[in-house]
């Protein structure tokens, strides 16, 4: 395995960076988050990433943010097979679709990203989305509330290597903070927790009275070898949350 990493700024966008060295893009997938200041969560907020060349990492948001930074990873993971592709919501639109080659479900992680219209300033519904695997063949994602326009990348990441892959899509209740659900016994030595597309920490929700995006991200972590606990700070409405526990069949490349 190996990883590239850096910092970009987003006061201009969008932004093509030169990875100073080529990955494979057929085993590659990236992981990327954002640092700024700002009260609203609104389209500058929200960072599509994707590789357009062996060495070429794409960073896309709508509007540019003087105070933002993109911290980005690229991993070239020897032992996985990635597919990757994009979706286009129009305004109207709460639910996509996306054929894949043929996986194996039980080894499998889909990772995506976001990039979205301003829409309604008081709505964070319309701006957060859920992405499942729901066959072999086909990935769903889902927004539940709608309204402006939003492009989506994702990487589908089936490892090779004997690592496995636990997945759900859990809901909390309007006035539910904390889920804790039992998983199937892993090393969590070995393991890593991730959910949606909101720098794999969202979910999708029908929240409309506010920007406050706490209501579909969670706080997660692997609270015993058997139980996965997913916390959020902020309640009104229901929220559902994608969630994947990798754990790493412990070979070294």
């Known amino acids: ?30 992981l990327c988050s954002l640092r700024t200041s700002g009260t609203i969560f609104s389209d500058n907020d ?11 990492l794409e960073l896309s948001m ?6 933002a930074v993109a911290e980005w990873q690229v991993v070239d993971f020897q032992g996985a097979l ?11 639109d709460g639910a996509l679709g996306a054929a894949v080659t043929a996986v194996n479900t039980a080894a499998s992680w889909l990772i995506y990203s ?17 992405g499942t695997i729901t066959s072999a063949t086909v990935l769903n994602f889902t927004r539940d509330s709608t309204g402006q326009a939003m492009n989506l990348a994702w990487h589908l990441v089936e490892f090779t290597d004997g690592t496995l892959v636990q997945r759900g899509l859990d ?15 892993v090393d969590p030595a070995r393991s890593v ?13 029908a929240y409309t009275a506010n920007d406050d995006i706490g209501v579909a991200s969670v706080q997660m972590n692997l609270s015993s070898p058997t139980t996965i606990r997913l916390e959020r700070s902020f309640t009104g409405s229901a ?6 526990l990798i754990s790493f069949s412990g070979l070294s490349y």
Not at 199 to 205: A, F, S
């Open 239 to 244: 929220a559902h949350i994608p969630w994947s």
């Open 193 to 205: 927790l991730a959910a949606g597309a909101w720098y794999q920490r969202g979910g999708r929700t």
């Open 1 to 30: 395995v190996s990883v590239l990493r850096g910092a970009e700024s987003l006061a201009n966008v969008p932004r093509s960076i030169n990875l100073g060295s080529s990955v494979d893009i057929s085993r590659s997938f990236i």
């Open 114 to 130: 976001t990039q979205t219209d301003g829409g309604t300033s008081t709505n964070v519904g319309q701006k957060m989305v859920a």
């Open 62 to 67: 709508t509007q540019s943010n003087a105070d």
């Open 82 to 92: 990635v597919q990757s592709g994009a979706v286009s919501f129009a305004a109207g």
């Open 171 to 185: 809901t909390f209740s309007a006035g539910e903070t904390v889920l804790s659900l039992p998983v199937s016994v």
């Open 46 to 56: 929200f960072i599509r990433a994707w590789l357009s060349a062996p060495a070429t």
